[in-house]
């Protein structure tokens, strides 16, 4: 004999307990129906803050009918007259009516709660019930069975009725234009942005020549990361061509879809309105993107003071051969202060670097110091002050620093000792 599972167990002595107790499940069935025809009543009326009353008969419908596909059907005294009958089909279709109630019980539930797989629900409830309804007629199974009474039509064609209504709430909104939108701006700021997302799809079919709701189901699906973003920047600037936050979050879009030029144009346009907080830098990447230095300099000078704006803004100068600009901006990268030890240490580097190729080897010297001040381990550094010190005529320092860095494993090191420390 097989081992029963917990989940065969406990099937069974729920089927054991409906058996002993028959009048569980029809009076379960009454109370929920009721509920659930008062809270129908209540939603129809559009009477606020009654969700409760769906919910909770929702819930306790789904349950009764759960509970009602666990009882057997009693087939002793079926007569059939129609085609394609056995007790295995209409077991069938038994098992099949209520597993559709319960569906049509959740999809009032998820209706309610603003569930995103609504629509698919209702076609699978909807296409269940039809499909009863249908062999149902087929096999004609004689009224004494206790499925095929008028209880069965009592139960199935409110069913349908009330998938209908909500399907007709669904895609054809009560709420006035306007509100919609100011109640997904309110769930958009409190982070619903599922809650959002609807309330904005609902404004743009009551209202669709509202740009802002456009513009903030754009907004909405970028926090989702929803690709169809651009989409609705388009319509909001087709619609107002002067939006100028939507030029904005387009332009963002189009540089990080590498768009360069579509993103200056964009950002360009959202300039315009001054009281738009403006990305400065994302126009100036774009520009060194497409090698307009000079265009990204003048960019990097109106941006906030970071030390990414005064790293890019001195590589866009040493592009230009500004090499004493470019030692300017990257100091001041180091003192907006642009992160890790091994962030300072890298642009120190640089700096050194460059007073090195410009001559001025007391200035790489310290930098390289500063470095291994902050990383004793870094061999580049080493090697660095190590040709500074050559380069100023100490040779015995130079061999120095450059056996470190050798030993910390840098070849060029290892190079410069065999060429220069014989």
Not at 96 to 103: D, F, P, Q
Not at 181 to 191: L, M, N, P
Not at 407 to 414: C, Y
Request: proline share 3%; net charge negative.
């Amino acid at each position: 004999m097989e081992d029963e599972t917990p989940s065969s167990l406990l099937r069974d002595y729920i089927s054991e307990y409906l058996s002993k107790h028959p009048d569980l499940v029809p009076t379960s069935e009454k109370i929920s129906v009721l509920i659930l025809l008062i809270g129908i009543i209540l939603n129809f009326l559009e009477i606020k803050n009654t969700d409760i009353v769906l919910i909770t008969g929702s819930i306790l419908t789904a349950i009764t009918y759960c509970l009602a596909t666990l009882q057997s059907v009693d087939t002793g005294d079926l007569e059939t007259t129609g085609i394609l009958n056995s007790l295995g089909l209409i077991n069938f279709i038994y098992k099949l009516y209520y597993i559709s109630l319960v569906i049509t019980a959740l999809v009032t539930l998820v209706f309610v709660i603003n569930f995103p797989l609504i629509d698919v629900m209702i076609k699978i409830s909807v296409i269940a019930l039809t499909i009863v309804l249908i062999i149902s007629v087929i096999t004609k199974i004689n009224d004494r069975s206790k499925i095929y009474n008028s209880v069965f039509y009592v139960r199935i064609v409110p069913a349908i009725l009330l998938l209908i209504y909500l399907a007709t709430i669904q895609y054809n909104p009560r709420q006035t234009a306007g509100e919609y939108y100011s109640s997904g701006i309110v769930k958009y700021k409190h982070w619903d942005l599922a809650g959002a997302l609807a309330d904005f799809n609902n404004e743009i079919k009551i209202n669709p020549g509202n740009a802002k709701a456009y513009y903030y189901r754009g907004r909405t699906k970028l926090s989702l990361f929803d690709n169809g973003a651009i989409a609705d920047f388009n319509k909001a600037i087709e619609i107002n061509p002067d939006y100028a936050e939507a030029y904005l979050e387009r332009g963002k879009l189009k540089y990080n879809d590498g768009d360069y030029a579509g993103a200056i144009t964009d950002l360009t346009r959202a300039e315009i309105n001054a009281d738009v907080w403006f990305p400065y830098e994302e126009r100036a990447d774009a520009k060194y993107h497409l090698g307009d230095y000079s265009g990204a300099i003048e960019d990097y000078d109106k941006g906030h003071l970071s030390a990414s704006r005064f790293i890019n803004e001195g590589n866009a100068k040493l592009k230009l051969g500004d090499t004493t600009g470019a030692i300017e901006d990257l100091s001041k990268a180091i003192e907006a202060g642009p992160g890790s030890s091994a962030d300072v240490s890298k642009i120190y580097c640089d700096i050194a670097n460059l007073k090195i190729n410009t001559g001025d080897y007391n200035g790489a010297k310290m930098d390289f110091w500063r470095i291994i001040q902050l990383e004793p381990g870094n061999a580049e550094a080493y090697y660095g002050r190590g040709t500074a010190e050559y380069k100023l005529g100490n040779k015995s320092g130079a061999c120095l620093d450059w056996r470190k860095a050798g030993e910390l494993g840098s070849k060029e090191a290892s190079d410069a000792i065999k060429k220069y420390c014989k």
